[in-house]
Each structure stands twice: as structure tokens, then as C-alpha cells.
T-cell receptor
């Protein structure tokens, strides 16, 4: 019954590694997002996809590459991980981009050592 | 999207109403007021939104002043499980282009409900 799910829930890795976080929603929404919450708890949007097309890229380094194989999935791949990438990453979805309520996933806590 | 100002923290006794204020003095005519909350270690959860009329749902009530420059989220009977960070967000329902669906979170109000 999970609406927006993310895997893994926790991810601990070394600097320089490449890792992916997966997100799936079963709500039939056509817009999906990635948000990052840093150590100061500040929550900020990174990307928005609508029907598999990139809509928003909030000046995120190109080491971050989202991929949307279909409307229900939005994965986040991160190359050459840095210490500053340590954060909680939240996936979200909404019916469209018009501002209807976004549903957030449980988050993935990424720790880069 | 208009900027919002919220108190950094508030306390409330269990069973009492929690009234969380938000100032959005630069709100424009096509912008809605949204409220989300984030319980510790969980993803943000939608609570309610409104344009100019007061709104109520199973979770809360939203009171928007007539000039729309401020609003109050009311949790009528707060419980310990309502302890969370509450975010007031203002955005246009018709935003397109680079604002498509985007939610801009501020620092929010840490609400602590105590027994």
C-alpha cells in the first residue's frame, strides 16, 4: 500500500564511489521530484520530472543524474560522491505540477565517509 | 513564490488546540497557502491548503486573514504524535516553467506537544 517508496533507506559509502537511489510511486501521478535535506534540516528541491521529462534542475552538480524510465519511477544516480553529499534525500510525486498536494517518500539517509 | 515567516518553535499541551501562525505579506492574488509537516525522520506530509476562504479537513483547519497577508493553522486537539516541524508554503497553483510543482520550504515551526 506504500504510495511513494524509496530504496535503500540507509546508504553508507566512501568518497569517490558511485551510488543510486531508487524511487517508485503507485499513485498514478505524472510528476515526480527529488528533494535534499541537509544536516541543518533545510529541505530543498533538486529535480522535477513530468511524464519522464526533466522540468526543474535547481543548479545541482552534474554528478547528480536523475533517470525516469517511466512515469512511476524516478531514480537518482550520484557519481564521485563527496562528503557534502551526505544528507537525507526525499522522493515525492504529485498529480501534476499545478501544486496539488505532493506525497513524499520515507527518505534515504546517505552518509559519505 | 512569496516568502513566509514562522516562529521557530511553539509548545502546546496535549488535548489543547495548537495555533500555528504564518506571515506572508507579499502574497499575490494567484498564490495559495500550503501547510506541510515533518515528523522526525519521516518525509513531509501534506496537511491542508487554501486560497482565501477558511478550510477544514480531518487533520486541521486553516484560517486566512481577509487581506491574505497571514494565516493560522489550527490543530484542534493536539496529541503527542503531532509533535513535528510545520511548514507554511506559498505558491501559485498555476506555476509553470521552472517552478513546475516546486515547493520551497523555509525553516518552519517546531511544534512540541507535551503531556
Amino acid at each position: 500500500d506504500t504510495a511513494v517508496s524509496q530504496t535503500p533507506k540507509y546508504l553508507v559509502t566512501q568518497m569517490g564511489n558511485d551510488k543510486s537511489i531508487k524511487c517508485e510511486q503507485n499513485l498514478g501521478h505524472d510528476t515526480m521530484y527529488w528533494y535534499k535535506q541537509d544536516s541543518k534540516k533545510f529541505l530543498k528541491i533538486m529535480f522535477s520530472y513530468n511524464n519522464k521529462e526533466l522540468i526543474i534542475n535547481e543548479t545541482v552538480p552534474n554528478r547528480f543524474s536523475p533517470k525516469s524510465p517511466d512515469k512511476a519511477h524516478l531514480n537518482l544516480h550520484i557519481n564521485s560522491l563527496e562528503l557534502g553529499d551526505s544528507a537525507v534525500y526525499f522522493c515525492a510525486s504529485s498529480q501534476d505540477g499545478s501544486g496539488r498536494a505532493s506525497v513524499f517518500g520515507p527518505g534515504t539517509r546517505l552518509t559519505v565517509l | 513564490d512569496a516568502k513566509t515567516t514562522q516562529p521557530p518553535s511553539m509548545d502546546c499541551a496535549e488535548g489543547r488546540a495548537a495555533n500555528l501562525p504564518c506571515n506572508h505579506s507579499t502574497i499575490s492574488g494567484n498564490e495559495y497557502v500550503y501547510w506541510y509537516r515533518q515528523i522526525h525522520s519521516q518525509g513531509p506530509q501534506y496537511i491542508i491548503h487554501g486560497l482565501k476562504n477558511n478550510e477544514t479537513n480531518e487533520m486541521a483547519s486553516l484560517i486566512i486573514t481577509e487581506d491574505r497577508k497571514s494565516s493560522t493553522l489550527i490543530l484542534p486537539h493536539a496529541t503527542l504524535r503531532d509533535t513535528a516541524v510545520y511548514y507554511c508554503i506559498v505558491r501559485s497553483l498555476n506555476a509553470g516553467g521552472t517552478s513546475y510543482g516546486k515547493l520551497t520550504f523555509g525553516q518552519g515551526t517546531i511544534l512540541t506537544v507535551h503531556p
